[in-house]
């Protein structure tokens, strides 16, 4: 790559794009094992700096990130970190702290003393061997304190948010600790940057003079300010360009004035998100425009550079590793240590106060900014930046599976709020549909189907919505969606109209790292007769299931319906697709239900291959009872009739309100679509090799059914591991039926 070295855009382009594209990788791994998404970057960063990439490839990783185009990314990357304290600041809501101020405070102080101390005693050890030559040995303890003692705010409410615990009281004493403990360690952190950039007492003291100044000033002088503006966007035409445009100056004023003073930008980023007002639409809506660009695209490159200065093989000998060892020890007895104690003095139980010791050893991206501050400012070597990177890498990837093993499910079930806690089934399980909505616009759709499927509503049966939320490193938003009522958000639509068609649904939501295991055990765990999915986009511009349709279709212990809803307002007329096989057998099973509604009209279509042996008495006789007691198909030996199309053979007979019609044609998918124009409401069909649909594993072939009907379709797959459709428990026995062909 010698011309990039011309172009120091393209090269900042191709930096970006490699940082992104590894990251996200690693992202999709650390998710796998249950990890936050900051251990995946951080590791990104490491790969392509000189631990890896520059020890595998080093002519690779001088041409991708040669040393003068550092000064770019590094400039870039603090951009993205000005962005995310100010994200940081807006999180550090008081409504975090509401009863909890003196437990809060106690708890968090304590993770702060405690640590610090040993840091302190840590430095006192290491700084003549370890320190940069010159380097006050004051400066040295101070900062070595202030690293061990930070918890990462973002990652702990990411944790939070994927155990569920964000609404217990462990979580709430958590999420309380780690806000003021940002707070303190900001705190510390500025008083700290400035005895290093200070030369003497009296410039350190001048440098405190000024930064509690800058304090006042942004307290007593910009919030009120702050606060007028929030109202005005919240009583007229709400966030227009020009707020935001006056908003992001405050910002880079204030970190303007803070990197002037002495301390570092990000303080002054820090301070100006904290006290933005959190009342009204300003804050959020803020956090949404700037969250997206700072997290997701600059942010990295962050990550990256920390990797570039991070260089394991500076620790290459036992003393070392034995010294990093002692680090991760000294921060996590601190952390945990003062944490636990403290929580205990305070009232909770054993359990509950090594959890919250657990959580707020979390340390993260938090800890890799104070890291690259020292760096920065020449406090630390890099052997000792090194130590420390893996030190935080270590106890955040520990977090996890440590509080998974100290707290486990059933001490989450104790914790829970009364509330949140769910009345017991009844001992004889009715018809249950669960349905899961993925957005707004998916939702009346499956209301109309779940209507059709109460039949009379003359026997018992309950309805379930569930939504599932993507967890979030913004505490504020887990916070919004346990306050806000279940039958608002996506589920509203679904719930609304379900209440017009006189349906008693029953929302659930919640947040979820995998959202087909979790659809797939709440449907358990409801004892769910029948399961409901809206399809995504991607099936309807590609006609094919993929993503967590498939994953839920390949999982289920009950029958799945996936509909692709093209206007679905009724279900009267529904043409029911059968080629034989588990699969059509359980869209038949789910007709019988349908069929039961006043109204509804019935047509079974039944495509069998030309030129075969045919026994038209036994395919209408299968058919037949398939329908089980609904009606018993007359004219079983009507005689074909030819037709003038493609449609080699047909036959039709009545069975009450049902059609049946068997025919004959080289492409059961153009019979199907050809039937599909006579003006139905709904098409059910089983997920079949026949109409293209692979039983919902992933094909690469068109799947023309679902892609090009003109009307709704349903389409049907059995349980797992079923060879015909499970018992509906509200109806007669259900016939074993052959799956051959007829």
Same mark, same amino acid.
């Given at each position: 790559?010698?011309?990039?070295?011309?172009?120091?855009?393209?090269?900042?382009?191709?930096?970006?794009?490699?940082?992104?594209?590894?990251?996200?990788?690693?992202?999709?791994?650390?998710?796998?094992?249950?990890?936050?998404?900051?251990?995946?970057?951080?590791?990104?960063?490491?790969?392509?700096?000189?631990?890896?990439?520059?020890?595998?490839?080093?002519?690779?990783?001088?041409?991708?990130?040669?040393?003068?185009?550092?000064?770019?990314?590094?400039?870039?990357?603090?951009?993205?970190?000005?962005?995310?304290?100010?994200?940081?600041?807006?999180?550090?809501?008081?409504?975090?702290?509401?009863?909890?101020?003196?437990?809060?405070?106690?708890?968090?102080?304590?993770?702060?003393?405690?640590?610090?101390?040993?840091?302190?005693?840590?430095?006192?050890?290491?700084?003549?061997?370890?320190?940069?030559?010159?380097?006050?040995?004051?400066?040295?303890?101070?900062?070595?304190?202030?690293?061990?003692?930070?918890?990462?705010?973002?990652?702990?409410?990411?944790?939070?948010?994927?155990?569920?615990?964000?609404?217990?009281?462990?979580?709430?004493?958590?999420?309380?600790?780690?806000?003021?403990?940002?707070?303190?360690?900001?705190?510390?952190?500025?008083?700290?940057?400035?005895?290093?950039?200070?030369?003497?007492?009296?410039?350190?003291?001048?440098?405190?003079?000024?930064?509690?100044?800058?304090?006042?000033?942004?307290?007593?002088?910009?919030?009120?300010?702050?606060?007028?503006?929030?109202? #005005?966007? @919240?009583?007229?035409?709400?966030?227009?360009?020009?707020? *935001? $445009? %006056?908003? &992001? /100056?405050?910002? =880079?004023?204030? +970190?303007?004035?803070?990197?002037?003073?002495?301390?570092?930008?990000?303080?002054?980023?820090?301070?100006?998100?904290?006290?933005?007002?959190?009342?009204? #639409?300003? @804050?959020?809506?803020?956090?949404?425009?700037?969250?997206? *660009? $700072? %997290?997701? &695209? /600059?942010?990295? =490159?962050?990550? +990256?550079?920390?990797?570039?200065?991070?260089?394991?093989?500076?620790?290459?000998?036992?003393?070392?590793?034995?010294?990093?060892?002692?680090?991760?020890?000294?921060?996590?007895?601190?952390?945990?240590?003062?944490?636990?104690?403290? $929580?205990?003095?305070?009232?909770?139980?054993?359990?509950? +106060?090594?959890?919250?010791?657990?959580?707020?050893?979390?340390?993260?991206?938090?800890?890799?900014?104070?890291?690259?501050?020292?760096?920065?400012?020449?406090?630390?070597?890099?052997?000792?930046?090194?130590?420390?990177?893996?030190? $935080?890498?270590?106890?955040?990837?520990?977090?996890?599976?440590?509080?998974?093993?100290?707290?486990?499910?059933?001490?989450?079930?104790?914790?829970?709020?009364?509330?949140?806690?769910?009345?017991?089934?009844?001992?004889?399980?009715?018809?249950?549909?669960?349905?899961?909505?993925?957005?707004?616009?998916?939702?009346?759709?499956?209301?109309?189907?779940?209507?059709?499927?109460?039949?009379?509503?003359?026997?018992?049966?309950?309805?379930?919505?569930?939504?599932?939320?993507?967890?979030?490193?913004?505490?504020?938003?887990?916070?919004?969606?346990?306050?806000?009522?279940?039958?608002?958000?996506?589920?509203?639509?679904?719930?609304?109209?379900?209440?017009?068609?006189?349906?008693?649904?029953?929302?659930?939501?919640?947040?979820?790292?995998?959202?087909?295991?979790?659809?797939?055990?709440?449907?358990?765990?409801?004892?769910?007769?029948?399961?409901?999915?809206?399809?995504?986009?991607?099936?309807?511009?590609?006609?094919?299931?993929?993503?967590?349709?498939?994953?839920?279709?390949?999982?289920?212990?009950?029958?799945?319906?996936?509909?692709?809803?093209?206007?679905?307002?009724?279900?009267?007329?529904?043409?029911?697709?059968?080629?034989?096989?588990?699969?059509?057998?359980?869209?038949?099973?789910?007709?019988?239900?349908?069929?039961?509604?006043?109204?509804?009209?019935?047509?079974?279509?039944?495509?069998?291959?030309?030129?075969?042996?045919?026994?038209?008495?036994?395919?209408?006789?299968?058919?037949?009872?398939?329908?089980?007691?609904?009606?018993?198909?007359?004219?079983?030996?009507?005689?074909?009739?030819?037709?003038?199309?493609?449609?080699?053979?047909?036959?039709?007979?009545?069975?009450?309100?049902?059609?049946?019609?068997?025919?004959?044609?080289?492409?059961?998918?153009?019979?199907?679509?050809?039937?599909?124009?006579?003006?139905?409401?709904?098409?059910?069909?089983?997920?079949?090799?026949?109409?293209?649909?692979?039983?919902?594993?992933?094909?690469?072939?068109?799947?023309?059914?679902?892609?090009?009907?003109?009307?709704?379709?349903?389409?049907?797959?059995?349980?797992?591991?079923?060879?015909?459709?499970?018992?509906?428990?509200?109806?007669?026995?259900?016939?074993?039926?052959?799956?051959?062909?007829?």
């Amino acid at each position: 790559m010698p011309h990039l070295e011309f172009s120091a855009l393209t090269l900042l382009l191709a930096q970006m794009a490699a940082i992104l594209l590894v990251s996200r990788v690693l992202g999709a791994v650390a998710r796998w094992l249950g990890q936050p998404l900051v251990i995946a970057e951080v590791l990104a960063g490491i790969m392509l700096g000189p631990s890896l990439l520059g020890w595998v490839w080093p002519e690779g990783m001088d041409a991708l990130f040669p040393t003068k185009s550092l000064s770019v990314l590094t400039m870039l990357s603090q951009i993205g970190l000005v962005l995310f304290m100010f994200l940081i600041g807006l999180e550090l809501d008081p409504k975090l702290l509401r009863g909890r101020t003196r437990a809060s405070i106690a708890i968090s102080w304590a993770s702060i003393v405690l640590p610090f101390a040993l840091g302190a005693l840590a430095a006192w050890q290491l700084h003549e061997g370890y320190s940069t030559p010159g380097v006050p040995f004051v400066a040295f303890v101070l900062f070595l304190g202030t690293a061990m003692s930070v918890t990462a705010f973002p990652v702990l409410a990411r944790i939070l948010s994927e155990r569920h615990l964000l609404t217990t009281r462990v979580g709430a004493v958590a999420i309380a600790c780690a806000a003021v403990d940002d707070v303190t360690a900001w705190c510390i952190l500025a008083f700290v940057v400035a005895v290093a950039r200070a030369h003497g007492i009296v410039q350190a003291a001048w440098t405190t003079g000024m930064v509690l100044a800058f304090i006042m000033a942004m307290v007593f002088l910009a919030r009120p300010f702050l606060q007028r503006l929030g109202a #005005r966007v @919240a009583s007229r035409e709400g966030l227009t360009t020009t707020v *935001v $445009a %006056v908003t &992001l /100056l405050f910002l =880079l004023a204030s +970190a303007t004035i803070s990197e002037l003073i002495g301390i570092h930008a990000l303080f002054g980023a820090f301070l100006f998100g904290a006290i933005l007002p959190k009342e009204g #639409r300003l @804050a959020d809506t803020l956090a949404e425009k700037v969250e997206t *660009v $700072a %997290v997701i &695209l /600059l942010l990295p =490159l962050f990550f +990256a550079y920390s990797g570039l200065r991070t260089e394991i093989g500076l620790v290459d000998e036992p003393r070392e590793w034995l010294v990093t060892a002692l680090l991760i020890g000294l921060a996590t007895a601190g952390k945990f240590g003062g944490s636990a104690l403290a $929580a205990r003095f305070t009232g909770l139980r054993w359990r509950e +106060a090594s959890a919250i010791g657990i959580l707020m050893n979390t340390r993260g991206l938090m800890e890799l900014i104070v890291l690259n501050i020292g760096m920065d400012l020449g406090v630390i070597s890099p052997t000792v930046f090194t130590m420390l990177v893996i030190m $935080a890498l270590v106890t955040t990837f520990a977090t996890s599976p440590i509080l998974h093993w100290v707290y486990p499910a059933e001490e989450l079930a104790r914790d829970r709020p009364l509330e949140m806690l769910e009345t017991p089934l009844s001992p004889v399980a009715p018809f249950t549909v669960m349905m899961s909505v993925s957005d707004a616009t998916s939702g009346p759709g499956l209301a109309t189907v779940a209507s059709a499927l109460m039949g009379k509503r003359d026997q018992p049966a309950r309805l379930y919505a569930v939504h599932l939320w993507d967890p979030s490193d913004r505490p504020s938003v887990e916070l919004k969606r346990q306050m806000a009522k279940r039958s608002e958000g996506p589920l509203g639509p679904l719930i609304a109209h379900a209440r017009d068609l006189m349906l008693d649904v029953r929302p659930l939501s919640f947040v979820s790292s995998d959202f087909a295991a979790d659809i797939c055990r709440t449907a358990e765990s409801k004892k769910a007769s029948f399961l409901l999915l809206g399809a995504h986009k991607p099936l309807l511009l590609e006609g094919r299931l993929s993503g967590t349709v498939s994953e839920v279709v390949a999982r289920s212990n009950c029958p799945v319906g996936v509909l692709v809803n093209r206007g679905l307002e009724r279900v009267h007329r529904v043409l029911v697709a059968y080629a034989g096989g588990p699969e059509d057998l359980a869209a038949l099973e789910l007709a019988r239900r349908i069929g039961r509604s006043a109204g509804t009209s019935l047509t079974l279509f039944h495509v069998v291959d030309p030129g075969g042996t045919r026994h038209p008495g036994k395919g209408r006789s299968q058919i037949a009872k398939a329908l089980g007691g609904m009606a018993a198909a007359r004219h079983a030996d009507s005689d074909a009739r030819a037709t003038q199309d493609h449609v080699l053979e047909e036959s039709e007979f009545d069975a009450g309100s049902i059609q049946v019609r068997v025919v004959e044609h080289t492409s059961p998918a153009d019979a199907v679509l050809e039937e599909t124009k006579r003006g139905y409401d709904l098409v059910i069909l089983g997920m079949h090799a026949r109409w293209g649909l692979d039983a919902g594993l992933i094909s690469w072939r068109r799947r023309r059914v679902l892609a090009e009907a003109p009307v709704s379709i349903l389409a049907v797959h059995p349980p797992l591991g079923a060879g015909f459709p499970g018992k509906d428990p509200t109806s007669e026995a259900a016939p074993v039926l052959s799956s051959s062909t007829t």
